[in-house]
């Protein structure tokens, strides 16, 4: 089975652009989760969605949005991108809240 | 904010010693989860602890949750090169968010 995959691997964008990252959750697994890691530091949450709806959302600017599609897949956007949005952002699936998570290997987001 | 604490920071040890980090809370947690993450990696699960007092080995790895359930452990016997990484504890404190304590980093000296 596959696991959690994301999309893109790396992105270089520029301050003030939009930025939109995908993620596909493990066959099954109805919850999904964004995270934020500076290097250096622990992810930190940004949403996380179950059954399409979101469940949660984390201290994160309205810069910052996502959605669950109907097959579960996710969407992040980030808007008007800062120097200090550059970091790598997770996805992780798992079958439901009270489950552990399976992480994506990321997305490096680079803003220059 | 509620958060975990999570100490050391950094850990140096020879190959062949033994490891372990400590996670801290100050409110009682319904349950713990453990990650692993390789230099350049992502976070790997490792377990779910969820009741008081719970020990769970994994090979070399043992996992401990506190009588109170607000402190966990993770201890490694005689570490390998193979154990190289970050070591997070997460908790869910009830909001739907997986807040990440703020990891050790363990480094191997051959």
């Known amino acids: 089975d596959a696991g959690v995959t994301q999309s893109p691997t790396h992105l270089i964008k520029t301050r003030g652009q939009h930025v939109t990252l995908r993620c596909s959750p493990i066959s099954g697994h109805k919850s999904v989760s964004w995270y934020q890691q500076v290097l250096g530091q622990g992810p930190q949450f940004i949403f996380q969605y179950y059954e399409k709806e979101e469940r949660g959302r984390g201290n994160f600017p309205d810069r910052f949005s996502a959605r669950q599609f109907p097959n579960y897949s996710s969407e992040l956007n980030v808007n008007a991108l800062l120097l200090g949005d550059s970091a790598l952002y997770l996805c992780?699936?798992?079958?439901?809240?009270?489950?552990?998570?399976?992480f994506g290997s990321g997305t490096r987001l680079t803003v220059v | 904010g509620q958060q975990v604490m999570q100490i050391p920071q950094y850990q140096h040890v020879q190959e062949g010693e033994d490891f372990t980090t400590y996670c801290n809370s100050s409110t009682t947690l319904s349950n713990i989860q453990w990650y692993k993450q390789r230099p350049g990696g992502h976070p790997v699960f490792l377990i779910q602890l969820v009741k008081s007092g719970e020990v769970k080995k994994q090979k070399r790895l043992t996992f401990q949750f506190g009588e109170a359930k607000k402190n966990s452990s993770l201890h490694i016997t005689a570490t390998q090169t193979t154990d190289v990484g970050t070591y997070f504890c997460a908790v869910n404190f009830g909001n739907e968010k997986l807040t990440f304590g703020t990891g050790t980093r363990l480094t191997i000296i051959p």
């Open positions: 992780a699936s798992s079958p439901g809240t009270s489950y552990g998570y399976t």
